[in-house]
């Protein structure tokens, strides 16, 4: 049996073991088809953290998509509009971003951790500074918002 040893060999056995034959199925038999897989939504929370990943990586679209699916899927989780606070900020979507900071704070539960909130704040107040003197609001425009492909 030595010439089960060689390299060869080895492979004639390795591709004979994967015919349908070997396998237990009939000559004219096919095997199961796959079953269809379905999308199912992810929780919230693992939605905001894929989220994050994206916007650490400076990828806008898909962090806001995620953050968008965690919020459908749980209106009430702050953490998705925080992220959507973060990531219209960096487009420079002022009002989107201000927006959804605001429901940020509204959906904390408690003051404490609103009042812990600060940079948030800080950025509510930027945006609201932003938004009344940008030159937009005095021409008449109703959206001052652009959407840029570059952060800030």
Not at 23 to 45: S, V
Not at 123 to 134: G, K, V
Request: aromatic share 8%.
């Amino acid at each position: 049996m030595r010439w089960m040893r060689t390299p060869a060999a080895a492979a004639l056995f390795t591709i004979a073991a994967s015919l349908p034959i070997a396998r237990g199925f009939a000559q004219n038999e096919q095997p199961p088809e796959p079953e269809e897989r379905t999308y199912t939504t992810p929780p919230a929370w693992k939605s905001v953290e894929i989220g994050n990943f994206y916007l650490r990586r400076h990828k806008y679209r898909a962090a806001l998509s995620r953050y968008q699916e965690a919020a459908k899927t749980d209106p009430t989780n702050p953490q998705a509009y925080l992220g959507m606070g973060n990531v219209y900020d960096r487009l420079g979507l002022r009002q989107k971003a201000l927006e959804n900071y605001r429901q940020y704070l509204d959906l904390l539960p408690s003051t404490k951790q609103a009042e812990e909130a600060r940079e948030v704040q800080k950025a509510i107040a930027r945006l609201e500074r932003r938004l009344r003197t940008s030159p937009a609001a005095s021409s008449g425009r109703a959206n001052s918002d652009r959407a840029t492909t570059s952060p800030r």
